[in-house]
Nanobody
Framework: QVQLVESGGGLVQAGGSLRISCAAS????????MGWYRQAPGKQRTLVATITSGGSTNYANSVLGRFTISRDDAKNTVYFQMNSLKPEDTAVYYCNAYPPRPGYWGQGTQVTVSS
């Protein structure tokens, strides 16, 4: 059974840092790529970063140079280190395969950046 559990979100001031995690169970972690997505209030969910099984990464322009995606295959966990946070980074953050598998979204973790 596939399960994705995100954690580590919280409230942080602008310029601060957070690291969020996604623990995956089931076959989804063996997908060719995993990704972090986010959904801001009133907006659609968007892709923020991806990491392949080989460790290659890609980032949306809005987070390039500030955020780092990584994975620990021994723990079936994907991490997202977020530095220099901005108020516009406020969103619920989700992980999933890339492309995402519908129906496997977790509950997400809320990240709120105050100005």
């Amino acid at each position: 059974q596939v399960q994705l559990v995100e954690s580590g979100g919280g409230l942080v001031q602008a310029g601060g840092s957070l690291r969020i995690s996604c623990a995956a169970s089931g076959s989804i972690f063996r997908s060719p790529s995993m990704g972090w997505y986010r959904q801001a209030p009133g907006k659609q969910r968007t892709l923020v970063a991806t990491i392949t099984s080989g460790g290659s990464t890609n980032y949306a322009n809005s987070v390039l140079g500030r955020f780092t995606i990584s994975r620990d295959d021994a723990k079936n966990t994907v991490y997202f280190q977020m530095n220099s946070l901005k108020p516009e980074d406020t969103a619920v953050y989700y992980c999933n395969a890339y492309p995402p598998r519908p129906g496997y979204w977790g509950q997400g973790t809320q990240v709120t950046v105050s100005s």
